[in-house]
């Protein structure tokens, strides 16, 4: 069915419903592109706009107008007031008998049928701005919730991402946003696709978000973006049931570069670690990686492509056990064997021992880890879905594990009254974490040969920035209650209501089952303090490695046959190892070391394209939501020789954060272009209670050190306040 995207009116309410139409700008771009799509003779859902303006709203809100710009908390609290007024006026006289008239013109079994409510700011998908993630839409909508989905969509444009984001990109759309208004379209699958000229040519390359695609509607959908090509390149988001597509949106789309020839995937299925090695490894830990792969049963394989790490999903069995009980296990044996190897180990002594610990941990720990969490996420599903909604709150709160530690070892040398205090508190942090290093690298230093790093511990270190406000309202396309993080007891969704803390949802739960519910928590909590304290002891095995390379290559540099001990990380592991063993090198170790540095600084000039595409722009950052709450700061990007002072909480921008690093970092919020709602960086910027965008690619690019943004953590998204300040000449 198809939306011939003219303007006729729909005979009620004349100027407030109207038709998508590509010659009417008060529809709003999200509409405006619907009707562009018919055009093309692209099969859309028919659908109809509702306008709201300043000048003439659909709400009588009665509080104060909201601030002309955002600068301060101050500015955020005056905009929540005038947020809530409109949340909680009236719709005008002439809203309810309109809605109800179009709707049963757009679906005459209106009554049961389900809706999208989405909305169609000025700048939506234009060449102005494509606004990703800054307002909302909801989707499923039932009739008698439509009204309610309307308010929601229009007071979205009162939110701090969208108001700094249309106040920064053009003023005088602010404040206006139309509501576009369709039935649901249901499907198999979902995604997006883009089309753009490379060489010559269009390249169309579809994104299946969800589902499986028939090979009819993606044959449907690329010759529909090829259509839609000739408009200049353009991404559009598409849904299919069988071989039947629809098509939901159109927006420009801004070409990546070309992809270099170096770091591409090895072969389809497999993904580049940008989450944790968003950087090329060196040849020793590249070595290490071939090493592993080679020796150890993992539920995943694992290559390095032109220095990058890849990997890909492996079928293991995962083994019995509780994940606390068998951590400790390996944590004792590991340590027992790095002690009687010595501070100056032998390379192959080290490595017998990194590869039983690393077949311990992501063997046997990490697998029972994912099974543990898998059995309360199907329980969960099978008996009180609502919950799913508050799962980080469930699993994470209260739990004390290294990252906990990290941060109170961390705390303790922010507060430290005096040098002494602070050089006990800094050999205390040591003691417990001085393995760990900046990357996932032997190459890389450890804190314990650096300790300088805790020097700039500051005393927020353990604490709120000043200007991280707690925001738990639940936002955009979330499906339920989202705690917020500054919150001593969570809030969380137990089937028929909320229910605060997580012995409380316990003692809800029918007694038939809360037995099962108890073990399943219980083994859950323990596998998510368990994937934090993995890092510490993967670091430990990292640094006996590391301290064997570094004990050979200082013998190497005795005996004049490399100038650097650090040049040993920079030759083949297998030379390494033939080398330790008394074996003659197949070449000269200096002009290899030299050959391997070379190689290692091409690889990082050319990384792989992103896993995910950049939406970023100089207006916005988008992301995921890591952690909830709103901060105002100035970008501090990581790494930085730069330590921020006193002008000011600090928003901290990086390609990556490791666990090991986060409690030393002093931040009113995080921006990381990598990372998942549930990985390491969310789990720590929750417990912080700081502001987190995650997987948010482009960030880097888009964002300069020194300019002020917003962070709103609840929906993901990073605004800048002011331009980019000049880089100095």
């Known amino acids: 069915m198809r939306d011939d995207g003219t303007a006729r009116g729909l005979g009620v309410a004349e100027g407030l419903f109207r038709r998508p139409a590509l010659a009417d700008a008060a529809v709003g771009g999200k509409a405006r592109s619907l009707a562009r799509l018919a055009a093309l003779g692209l099969p859309v859902p028919p659908a109809f706009v509702i306008v709201s303006r300043p000048g003439a709203p659909i709400i009588e809100a009665d509080g104060p107008a909201p601030p002309p710009t955002l600068r301060t908390p101050s500015d955020l ?33 209106h009554q049961e049928a389900t809706f999208s409510v989405r909305s169609s700011a000025a700048l939506q998908d234009s060449a102005q701005g494509a606004a990703p993630g800054v307002f909302d839409s909801v989707l499923r909508v039932p009739r008698a919730r439509v009204a309610e989905a309307v308010r929601a969509v229009l007071a979205s444009a009162l939110a701090p991402a969208a108001w700094a984001y249309v106040s920064r990109a053009a003023t005088q759309a602010q404040g206006a946003i139309a509501v576009l208004l369709h039935r649901f379209v249901a499907g198999d699958a979902h995604g997006a696709v883009v089309c753009e000229p490379v060489g010559g040519e269009a390249r169309v390359q579809i994104d299946v978000q969800h589902g499986t695609l028939a090979a009819g509607a993606r044959a449907t959908i690329e010759a529909g973006a090829r259509r839609a090509a000739q408009l200049g390149p353009v991404e559009l988001e598409w849904t ?25 995937a090895p072969e389809p299925g497999w993904v580049w670690d940008a989450a944790h090695n968003p950087t090329p490894l060196t040849p020793a830990q590249a070595g290490l990686v071939e090493w592993v792969d080679a020796r150890c049963t993992l539920p995943f394989r694992q290559r390095v492509v032109d220095g990058y790490l890849f990997h890909r999903a492996a079928q293991a069995a995962a083994p019995p056990g509780q994940p606390r009980q068998l951590f400790q296990r390996l944590q004792a044996d590991v340590r ?12 192959g002594d080290a490595l017998e021992v990194y590869t039983r610990g690393y077949q311990g941990l992501f063997g046997t720990v990490q697998p029972a880890c994912t099974a543990a969490r898998a059995a309360l996420r199907d329980f969960l599903q099978a008996h009180a879905p609502a919950a799913l909604a508050s799962w980080p709150a469930l699993v994470e709160a209260g739990v004390t594990s290294a990252a906990t530690r990290r941060r109170a070892g961390a705390a303790a040398i922010g507060a430290a009254p005096d040098g002494a205090a602070r050089a006990a508190a800094i050999a205390a942090y040591l003691q417990s974490f001085g393995a760990e290093s900046a990357r996932w690298d032997v190459a890389e230093p450890t804190l314990r040969e650096r300790p300088e790093a805790l020097l700039f511990v500051g005393s927020r270190a353990g604490g709120l ?22 919150a001593s007891e969570p809030v969380l969704a ?13 003692s809800s739960w029918p007694e038939a089952g809360r037995a099962d519910l108890q073990a399943r928590l219980t083994a859950a909590r323990e596998a998510a303090a368990v994937a934090e304290d993995d890092d510490a002891l993967f670091a430990e095995l990292q640094a006996v490695v590391r301290a064997a390379l570094l004990a050979l290559g200082r013998r ?20 390494a190892r033939a080398v330790d063993d008394g074996a ?19 690889a990082a000039a050319h990384p792989p394209p992103p896993p995910v595409p950049s939406q970023s722009s100089a207006h916005a950052v988008a992301g995921q939501s890591g952690a909830g709450g709103r901060a105002i700061g100035r970008v501090v990007l990581h790494p930085s020789p730069v330590v921020p002072g006193p002008t000011g909480p600090a928003v901290i921008v990086a390609a990556t954060l490791l666990p090991t690093e986060l409690p030393l970092l002093d931040a009113a919020a995080l921006v990381v272009e990598t990372g998942t709602p549930l990985g390491h960086v969310a789990a720590q910027a929750r417990e912080r209670g700081i502001p987190a965008v995650v997987a948010a690619p482009g960030a880097c690019a888009a964002l300069r050190a020194g300019q002020l943004v917003l962070v709103d953590g609840d929906r993901g998204v990073v605004i800048p306040l002011e331009a980019a300040p000049t880089s100095p000449a």
């Not at 006289?93 to 013109?105: K, N, T, V, W």
């Not at 707690?470 to 500054?486: C, D, L, M, R, T």
């Open 556 to 575: 190497l540099v005795s005996d004049g046959r490399l100038a650097d001990a650090g040049d040993i990380f920079f030759l083949p592991l297998e030379v």
């Open 240 to 264: 299919a049931a069988g071989d039947d597509v629809t098509f939901l949106q159109l927006r420009p789309y801004t070409p990546s570069r070309a992809a270099p020839a170096s770091g591409r």
């Open 336 to 347: 027992a064997e790095v002690a009687a190897l010595g501070s100056e180990p032998r390379l």
């Open 494 to 506: 137990a089937g028929g209501g909320a229910v605060a803390g997580v012995a409380e949802f316990v």
């Open 77 to 109: 609290a005056a905009l929540d007031e005038a947020r809530a007024a409109l949340l909680r006026g009236p719709f005008c006289a002439a809203f309810g008998q309109g809605l109800d008239q179009a709707l049963a013109a757009l679906a005459p079994d």
């Open 465 to 486: 920035g000043p200007t991280a406000l707690a925001h738990g309202e639940s936002k955009g396309h979330s499906q339920g209650p989202f705690p917020s993080p500054a």
């Open 584 to 602: 003659q090198s197949p070449a000269a170790l200096v002009p290899l070391a030299a050959a391997g540095r070379a190689a290692f600084a091409a």
